[in-house]
């Protein structure tokens, strides 16, 4: 340890009182050799303190880097100035390298030339550095390569760091391109653009994509601020290219247009044909082939659902007569307006069919026998009170009509349409112009 005669400057105990105090490495060295070295250069070095006393340095510092520290000592007592802090790498007593700061100064110790040193563990501030370095060496690399458009803005709206692809973009230097407003870099609109966007991201602190067009290229960016705490803000985003995306992308938006009005065109045109194959083109009725499909349908229903099913089959009264007094256009037109009549007088989910030439029948799903029967008169009276005009003549028709129901009449719907026509048949035979509901008595004639 220093004794008072050893003493640098004489001040023994205030030197000692700071060096054993002081978290850095303290040393004295008098032609290579520690002459004295406080508690945390032998923590420092991995020795105990005593024992570095008389001990050789450079024994300490690695052989790569032990000429350039005889320098820099040499230097400081040749100059007899202080030092500035120099880095090397020293080795510890296990075998581990650290790395350390050093600053030197010369002095006077028992009447010959001496340094005062300290050392400072810097090694994870190094590790740090050549891991920043690194992680800035790849930076850069990507920088230069990266097949996007990287760019970094301060919060002046002005260029800090562009990937090098911006001198093909734009046509300039990569250095011409540095410490640029959007003013500066792109045309007058886009570049208002840009920064009423830009300013907007910093204001709000979220990101934005946004589509543009520039050099008759389509870009997409994504901005998205970059917060420091105390700090001023940047504006960090990716530019990427997508022309042909974005084209392929218009054809196919343009195709779909195309192939779903074309497919409207077919459901349009496979309604009309359905229409054709289910509707009596001149009444505009279902016809007789969908009648027989939705008696299937409806009675399977009923069945299912244990509700009534009722059936109307009407007759116009003396048809013959129209077509032979007023011509067969005549008996159109009258069947054309009789069709309209009941297709305004039934329920949307009632169905009124055509079954051949005067004959119509009415399918009611969910109608009573009692509900038909008041449909049906209220359907005779409708047609009763109609007046078709044909070349200013005025027709007058009547309908005479039969009712029955399932369950009522029949388990199935052939037998409650027999029913429903034997019924329409006595209507005819007691009158014409009436309803008439099958009631399976003796005076219902047999089917014709």
Known sequence: MLTDDESPNGKDDCFRTIAEHSAFGIYVLQNGIIKYANRALGQLLGVP??????????????????????????????DEVHTCPYTFRCQRKNGDVIYVDASNTPIAYGNEQALLGNLTDITSRQQLEAELEKEREILNLFMEYSPIYVFVKDQNIRTVRLSRNYETMLGRPLNDLLNKSMAELFPPDLAKSMEADDRHILEEGKPLKVVESFGGRIYETMKFPVLRPGQPAYLAGFTIDITERYQAEQALKKAHKELKARFQQIKQLQEQLLEQLIRDPLTGLFNRRYLQETLDREFARAGREKRPVSLIMMDIDHFKRVNDSYGHRAGDKVLTELG????????????????????????LPGASLETAKERAEQIRLSIHNLRVSYRNQPIQITTSLGVAAYPVHGDNSDAVLIRADRALYHAKQTGRNRVVVYRGTAVMPPPY
């Open 340 to 363: 309209q009549l009941l297709t305004a007088s039934v329920r949307a989910e009632d169905i009124p069919c055509r079954y051949g030439g005067e004959e119509f029948v009415i399918v």
């Open 49 to 78: 303190q005593e024992n570095l006393l008389e001990a050789d340095f450079f024994s300490f510092v690695h052989p790569d880097d032990r000429t350039a520290v005889r320098q820099n000592m040499f230097k400081c007592l040749s």
